[in-house]
């Protein structure tokens, strides 16, 4: 991993707050280290690169990861925060996924790969990987989706399956566990997401009998509070979220490990591991018990994950 070792030659916690500051104004920065053994460029340590949720915040995503894997040099993929305001960056999949792989070719020109992605970053760094075979020439020996799969791939069983149905009888249990369903306050939140949701539908319902465009960022607002999101980044997160919907993924031949929540949504069932074994041959899952699709990259659950992944990679790269 020399070229890690040229291209960051800082290190400290201080320099690392500082560069992930910096890195998340103004910038058209792609990679950004998340730990200090990606900011030593320690030759010893594997590097792997970790691509964004639709929020494009490559460095807030993995936090707590990258924390917990000090024998990694772990970077974040984010989305250029200068490129965000840009109406035709994020428009594909393909495009974004063609920008990060080309960056990351110049930033470790010679040596294997492993990449990551989590939720929406799963699909951009499957479409990376296959374009750093395909177009690099690069060999990425490890592909990682933390409980995503791409959206599009007519792979998931029908909503109206027996198994389909059977499936989401025996996750009501752990998700109602999980949810704390009688803790105070339970039902409050549970009624002000549901308002969000139904003002969210209604707002798109209203604009349509008026004969008006209808907003992309409505089918965004019904599961995400955009609120809090700059308008650049905003703009950025409803572009993606199309593309991911028309995203059309080809069959992978690289290796790819899963790690899938043990909890699903209370009315639909993502389907992550049948889809990947779709798309890839070699596809290992690794079901994550009592987490979410939120919670599997936070504290505590992510201790866990933390360490079976850094001791994956460790065995899989020699050094």
């Known amino acids: 991993m020399n070229a890690v070792s040229e291209a960051i030659s800082i290190s400290g916690s201080a320099a690392l707050h500082g560069l992930l500051s910096r890195a998340s104004r103004n910038s058209d920065r792609v990679i950004v280290p998340l730990n200090e053994a990606a900011l030593q460029g320690n030759p010893g340590f594997p590097a792997f690169y970790c691509v964004h949720a639709l929020s494009g915040a490559g460095g807030s995503d993995f936090a707590d990861l990258a924390r917990l894997m000090p024998r990694i040099g772990f970077f974040g993929i984010q989305a250029p925060p200068r490129m965000m305001s840009d109406a035709t960056f994020g428009h594909s999949i393909e495009s974004v996924a ?30 990376m990987a296959q374009i750093l075979s395909r177009v690099h020439h690069r060999e990425v020996s490890l592909l990682v989706a933390f409980d995503a799969a791409p959206e599009n791939s007519a792979a998931g069983r029908s ?43 209604g707002e798109t319902a209203v604009a349509r009998a008026r004969g008006e465009l209808v907003s992309t960022g409505h089918a965004v607002e019904g599961f995400m509070d955009l609120s809090r999101y700059p308008a650049g980044q905003r703009s950025f997160m409803i572009r993606l979220y199309h593309a991911l919907l028309r995203y059309r993924p080809e069959p992978y031949a690289g290796r790819v490990l899963v790690y899938e929540a043990g909890v699903k949504p209370l009315y639909r069932l993502p389907q992550v591991g049948r889809v990947w074994r779709k798309i890839a041959q070699a596809t290992e899952i690794t079901r994550v018990s009592g987490t979410t699709h939120l919670s599997i990259l936070r504290q505590p659950c992510v201790r866990v994950l933390a360490a079976d992944l850094q001791a994956r990679i460790e065995a899989a790269v020699p050094l």
Not at 102 to 123: E, K, M, V, Y
Not at 170 to 187: S, T, V
């Open 159 to 201: 909503a109206w399956h027996p198994a389909y149905l059977v499936e989401l009888l025996r996750n009501l249990p752990l998700w109602a566990a999980h949810e704390g369903m009688f803790r105070a306050g339970y039902f409050r939140s549970v009624a002000r997401q549901i308002t969000h949701k139904v003002m969210a539908c």
């Open 98 to 127: 063609s920008r990060y792989a080309d960056d990351l070719a110049r930033f470790q020109p010679h040596g294997a790969i492993l990449l990551g992605g989590w939720s929406a970053g799963a699909s951009i760094a499957l479409e």
